[in-house]
């Protein structure tokens, strides 16, 4: 009911009204609400000690931060170490202090001498609150979960205190822990804890950590993690895996740690990690790679520009256009890593747009490349198409934009910053390129696309080898003439894409071997195709200048 309805109504009716006394109950009622705004006497139960309301409330304030979507971007673990601050201030009579709210559970246990280890579970809650809201009114389902700490973790706390205070938090949300990559965790559970003003790591005996679920899982696609912090202020901080043990069990995560810190389970939903020591390499054969093709194939293009002996035959014409493509998307791949830390949105998403588009180009002309070879040696009719180059420009250069601008506007998030994750979590390499929300993007138009060009271009190259075994079964040097074909053939190979059809076969034993071939052929598929033209060049001067001395003799 909105203020001015309810003085209206107050205004109205005689002082005797019941309707006026309604009025007044509701308004009370309003004002009794205002008076304890985190209603943690509704949301969440604690331990009831006489001057314990102020922990609780404070608890239930972290509750309802949680609830309403972590709404700060900055500062959101900062509220989390500064309830960790007052936890571990906490005084209590009792083995422990708890409070239970329905998206976090708080427990300070005090640790002596005799400490024995510790083993909190899920189970041993007899509250369970409930968690009624504005937006539901279902209770929130309840996961199993547990913490086993060892008894060698109270001579941690033995060097500066006698008794030292152990706070336990348990967290369900996926809003306070974000690293920029949208990690999805096992039931958004995170079990963290912490020792009073000590940082606790280098354990004889692990703290076993265990997440139960409902759901199919192993190595492949689901990892213990915890938490690193940020190396700067306002940076984001990352989950990470070194140094944690994932054991799968039935319908149980056990994960084996060593130090205590925020602990969950990360899916991989993405790609399997690559591993670091792998990656490192790859990255600078890649970097050397894109950088000689870059240069060798604006050399050829100028080169073909500025000569006087310039071929108009729509074969070579087609190379170029070719090898302005592998140049185009050589420069942008360069550019992408280092734009990518720029940390500009727009940036990012213009140049992983065009790195897609440049890609899409080389694509689109290395179909180009296997149409053309199959009207001049397959097709053997003479041919005319009225304005072929220039109908050709348009499909090489006006089909993949056509693509990439459809995307930006019908799914703008498909582009952006992309994350190549490693093993440890540590050292991630990044680049503007296509996100995981683009993931279908990748796989329909990037793999089918290319799925369709090279299998098009298999039966060609097949057709084309064919052809030269017949030609060249009758001819006396056929070891020389062999050669000369091997060559032919390789560079074919290159002209049709032939080497990307590496990129299928990125899948269990052959996946590192895949990668480093990958890497080193493609990388170099500018420089490749530049020496194979001029070798060709080469080889027509030669005859060209043997059959003008023949006439001249």
């Not at 998307?329 to 360069?334: P, Y």
Request: charged share 15%.
């Amino acid at each position: 009911m909105r203020l001015q309805e309810m003085s209206h109504i107050w205004s109205t009716t005689r002082r005797d009204s019941p309707l006026r006394t309604g009025l007044f109950l509701y308004l009370a009622a309003l004002l009794l609400q205002q008076a304890d705004p985190t209603g943690a006497q509704v949301r969440c139960q604690g331990a009831r000690q006489v001057g314990r309301k102020k922990e609780e409330n404070v608890v239930a304030d972290m509750d309802s931060y949680m609830e309403k979507g972590c709404s700060a971007q900055h500062g959101k673990l900062v509220r989390l170490k500064q309830l960790e601050q007052k936890l571990s201030e906490v005084r209590f009579r009792e083995d422990n202090f708890t409070v239970i709210c329905p998206n976090i559970q708080t427990f300070v246990f005090k640790i002596n001498e005799l400490f024995r280890g510790l083993n909190l579970t899920s189970e041993l809650l007899q509250f369970v609150p409930r968690n009624v809201s504005a937006s539901t009114s279902q209770p929130k389902p309840r996961t199993q979960h547990s913490m086993r700490f060892p008894a060698t973790l109270a001579k941690k706390g033995w060097s500066r205190a006698a008794e030292t205070k152990l706070v336990c938090i348990y967290l369900n949300t996926p809003c306070l822990f974000q690293d920029g990559k949208n990690s999805s965790l096992l039931n958004n559970d995170i079990l963290g804890a912490t020792l009073e003003n000590v940082i606790v790591t280098g354990l004889s005996e692990p703290v076993e950590i265990r997440f139960w679920h409902n759901t199919t899982l192993d190595n492949s696609n689901a990892t213990c993690v915890f938490w690193v912090e940020g190396s700067e202020n306002g940076s984001l901080g990352n989950w990470s895996s070194a140094g944690c043990e994932t054991i799968h069990q039935d319908k149980v995560v056990l994960c084996l740690c060593k130090h205590l810190t925020y602990f969950a389970v990360l899916l991989k939903i993405s790609s399997a990690p690559i591993d670091e020591a792998i990656l490192v390499p790859l990255t600078y054969i890649s970097m050397v790679g894109c950088s000689v093709s870059a240069a060798a194939s604006l050399l050829t293009i100028l080169h073909y520009l500025a000569s006087r002996k310039k071929s108009r035959d729509y074969t070579t014409k087609i190379h170029m256009n070719l090898l302005g493509a592998l140049f185009l998307l050589n420069a942008s791949f360069l550019l992408s890593e280092p734009l990518a830390l720029v940390h500009a949105t727009w940036l990012c998403k213009g140049t992983a747009a065009f790195l897609h588009y440049s890609l899409l180009c080389c694509l689109t002309w290395m179909a180009i490349e296997g149409f053309h070879l199959y009207l001049l040696l397959i097709k053997v009719y003479n041919v005319y198409i009225r304005r072929y180059i220039l109908k050709l420009c348009a499909v090489g250069w006006g089909l993949p934009a056509l693509a990439v601008v459809s995307i930006l506007i019908f799914k703008e998030e498909a582009y952006g910053l992309h994350i190549i994750e490693t093993n440890t979590g540590y050292n991630n390499a990044t680049m503007c390129w296509i996100t995981d929300k683009g993931r279908d993007v990748h796989y329909s138009l990037n793999l089918g696309y290319a799925g369709i060009t090279i299998f098009f271009n298999t039966v060609i190259l097949v057709t084309v080898v064919r052809m030269l075994r017949k030609l060249r079964s009758n001819v006396n040097n056929q070891k020389e003439q062999g050669k000369k074909d091997l060559v032919t053939v390789l560079g074919l190979t290159c002209l049709l894409g032939m080497t990307w059809a590496l990129a299928f076969l990125s899948f269990g034993v052959f996946l590192i071997p895949q990668l480093i071939l990958f890497t080193i052929i493609n990388s170099l598929l500018g420089f490749f195709i530049c020496l194979w033209y001029c070798t060709i060049c080469r080889q027509l001067d030669t005859s060209s200048s043997t059959g003008s001395s023949q006439v001249t003799k």
